[in-house]
């Protein structure tokens, strides 16, 4: 079976409605965004992802950005509480493919709310952005679901941005990477780089050296190079305009069950 698979969904033609927080609301291209999102699944797969799509969600503008309804650790899929009301029934249909895939999947129950978006996890490690989508009952539960494997998870307060990845998200060798005036405090993280662009805090890990990120963030592109990583860079704008970045788009499925 392929062990490297990843779950997608097609954008709502609803997109343009989505949730924006903490920036100004701009328009959406809904039909830039599908092309967009394509290109985005193509490089997946050029990269040796197999790509699942989770079946859309038309009423909910948001549902494109799959990575906040689960948090994927070894065979355990956590479906999530969103913080948001409108993005709630966007867990059911993933929480439904993920247990047809045979993973074992449980779920945040209310009063929890916990956006996947605000998950970093990295060998062994779970931090989880606290306070704008997701709650301390959230990470509560989140860690008991995790806690038979050893991990440990480490709220960290995130009131700048919406999620704790839209602050920052870490390089294959654990460096976590984020755009200062968006961090509320880097020294939560044992190594910690800079960079100089925000689209340059988000890079989804493809395997190896190779890393997806937005094609806006030319010069932290050149830092990663520059670090020996393989760049690969995608257009994703009209989704930024919606406060979403790379990771938002996919949720990576590293083990089979």
């Not at 060798?173 to 961090?183: K, N, S």
């Not at 800079?194 to 689209?199: D, F, G, I, Q, R």
Request: aromatic share 6%; net charge negative.
């Amino acid at each position: 079976m392929h062990d490297r698979r990843a779950l997608v969904r097609r954008p709502s033609s609803r997109l343009a409605e989505g949730l924006v927080t903490h920036i100004e609301r701009e328009p959406v291209d809904v039909d830039l965004a599908l092309r967009q999102w394509s290109a985005y699944v193509a490089a997946m797969e050029a990269a040796g992802w197999e790509t699942i799509e989770v079946s859309p969600v038309d009423h909910c503008p948001d549902g494109v950005f799959v990575e906040d309804t689960v948090v994927m650790y070894g065979d355990r899929a956590v479906i999530t509480r969103p913080g948001a009301d409108s993005r709630k029934p966007e867990t059911a249909a993933v929480a439904h493919l993920l247990g047809a895939l045979g993973y074992d999947v449980v779920s945040i129950e209310a009063p929890g709310t916990l956006d996947g978006g605000d998950v970093l996890k990295h060998e062994g490690r779970v931090w989880v952005g606290l306070g704008g989508r997701t709650n301390q009952a959230g990470i509560d539960q989140l860690a008991a679901h995790l806690s038979p494997y050893g991990v440990e998870v480490v709220p960290v307060p995130t009131t700048k941005v919406l999620h704790l990845k839209s602050a920052v998200t870490a390089l294959p060798d654990g460096t976590v990477v984020g755009y200062g005036p968006l961090v509320d405090d880097p020294h939560v993280w044992p190594s910690f780089l800079e960079v100089p662009e925000e689209s340059g805090s988000h890079v989804v890990l493809l395997g190896g050296d190779t890393v997806l990120m937005s094609t806006d963030a030319p010069d932290s592109q050149k830092l990663f190079e520059e670090r020996g990583l393989d760049v690969v860079a995608v257009d994703i704008s009209e989704f930024i305009k919606l406060e979403g970045c790379v990771t938002c788009l996919s949720v990576r499925l590293r083990h089979t069950p």
